[in-house]
């Protein structure tokens, strides 16, 4: 398993852009497929987006497709996830997994990160 810390949410109105990013620690990294999934009060976790572990598919939810893009720097440890022209629906704690193969549900993941707030004022 690798340990996953989550970084760069906050605060953005609606329209706005964050990019959050997640570092892994271990030298495996790159092995791993790795996904972004958020959660918001009173409801499911729910996926995101996903990178295969060289970065050469990505996986969007419909509700993200077009505004949101997934990569990932294996020299760097890191995963990361842009967010652009945000909604209030995508507030949210996000969170950063790690997985054998990419996947779009969250069973599949095995390595969580604590998860970053995403807040999107109207």
């Known amino acids: 398993q690798v340990q996953l810390i989550e970084s760069g949410g906050g605060l953005v109105q609606a329209g706005g852009s964050l990019r959050l990013s997640c570092a892994a620690s271990?030298?495996?990294?790159?092995?791993?497929?790795m996904g972004w999934f958020r959660q918001a009060p009173g409801k499911e976790r729910e996926f995101v987006a996903a990178?295969?572990?060289?970065?050469?598919?990505?996986y969007y939810a419909d509700s993200v497709k077009g505004r949101f893009t997934i990569s990932r720097d294996n020299a760097k440890n890191t995963v990361y996830l842009q967010m652009n022209s945000l909604k209030p629906e995508d507030a949210a704690v996000y969170y950063c997994?790690?997985?054998?193969?990419?996947?779009?549900?969250?069973?599949?993941?095995?390595?969580w990160g604590q998860g970053t707030q995403v807040t999107v004022s109207s």
């Open positions: 990178i295969s572990y060289r970065g050469s598919n990505t």
């Open positions: 271990g030298r495996t990294f790159s092995s791993y497929a």
């Open positions: 997994a790690a997985a054998i193969g990419v996947a779009t549900t969250h069973k599949a993941y095995n390595s």
